[in-house]
Every structure is written in C-alpha cells, then in structure tokens.
C-alpha cells in the first residue's frame, strides 16, 4: 500500500516562503498525478496544484504566479514551493496521489500558517 509523507509545513510571516515536499513509498504501481489540496478551518478541501506523471501542471486561480508545484518521478516526490504567501493560505495541506490510475492515496497533512 502506497503511503505518502509530507514535510515543510509551518508559521511564516506574510509574504514569505515555504516549500513543502510530499514522498510516496515505493510501489510497483506507477503513480499517475500527484497534488496538493488544501483545507482551511470550517471549509471544504480544495484542489491547490496539480502535475501528472509527465509534468503537466494545474493550479487554482487563487495560487497561480504564486506556488510552483514541481515532482521527481525517480524519488517519487512531489514538491510545492509558495511564494508571497498571505494569511488565506493558512491551511492544512495535503498531499495526494493517484496510483495504478485507480487507487487514491492521501498524505495526513502539514499545517501552513501565514501571519499578517
């Protein structure tokens, strides 16, 4: 079973930086698209960045010129670097991984949180 752990999270002043990294344990299965969602207190989970296998990439409009989410495919690590970061990205952030193009896998979640 593939399991994901995320690192990076923290308290970062406004418009500061973090960089969070989110490993997959090895699988025989290939590991499709990776992402990074994010939920904030009393609201749902939200689809922050994405990338496929092949390093084609999505982002929510709310972080576009502000996060890049990049992957390694031999280390099976996907990365999220955000920039500029403002206090409405404080979230739980959570890594997850389409494997096998079927199973969904999650990470447990790093805490961000942007002070003003």
């Known amino acids: 079973q593939v399991q994901l752990v995320e690192s990076g999270g923290g308290l970062v002043q406004a418009g500061g930086s973090l960089r969070l990294s989110c490993t997959a344990s090895?699988?025989?299965?290939?590991?499709?698209?990776m992402d990074w969602y994010r939920q904030a207190p009393g609201k749902q989970r939200e689809l922050v960045a994405g990338i496929t296998i092949g390093g084609s990439t999505d982002y929510a409009d709310s972080v576009k010129g502000r996060f890049t989410i990049s992957r390694d495919n031999a280390e099976n690590t996907v990365y999220l670097q955000m920039n500029s970061l403002k206090p409405e990205d404080t979230a739980v952030y959570y890594c997850h991984a389409l494997v096998a193009s079927a199973i969904d896998r999650w990470g447990k979640g790093t805490l961000v949180t942007v002070s003003s």
């Open positions: 090895r699988t025989h299965f290939g590991i499709n698209a």
